[in-house]
């Protein structure tokens, strides 16, 4: 098994987004990050799973909400590495990222 690593600007994207659901619906952002969260767990298991977006990320549909986790596979040190989880209408956003040190680096 895999463990998961997540950027911190990962973090934030999470947390962003389940406060504009709680702001929709009490409890929403709870039930999201629940599901994040069931997501990664997965990925723990069997990190390729999903194929290849963009070079070396690779992208976890959720499948309630319509977001998606972005990750890369770390072989040597058997990490998955969480680098954004975004809705899926920004997924393009994400392949103009800078990249630093092997990894996309998510600046705001």
């Given at each position: ?74 072989v040597r040190q058997k990490l998955t590495v969480i680098v954004a989880v975004l809705h899926k209408s920004q997924s ?17």
């Amino acid at each position: 098994m895999y463990k998961a690593v997540m950027l911190p600007v990962a973090k934030q994207d999470i947390a962003e987004a389940a406060r504009w659901y709680n702001s929709k619906r009490e409890k929403l952002g709870k039930r999201f990050t629940l599901h994040v969260r069931q997501k990664i767990n997965l990925l723990k298991q069997n990190p390729y799973v999903s194929a290849n977006r963009y070079d070396e990320v690779r992208t976890a549909v959720l499948d309630v909400f319509p977001f998606m986790i972005h990750y890369i596979i770390d072989v040597r040190q058997k990490l998955t590495v969480i680098v954004a989880v975004l809705h899926k209408s920004q997924s393009r956003f994400v392949e103009k990222r800078p990249r630093v040190s092997g990894f996309v680096v998510f600046e705001r």
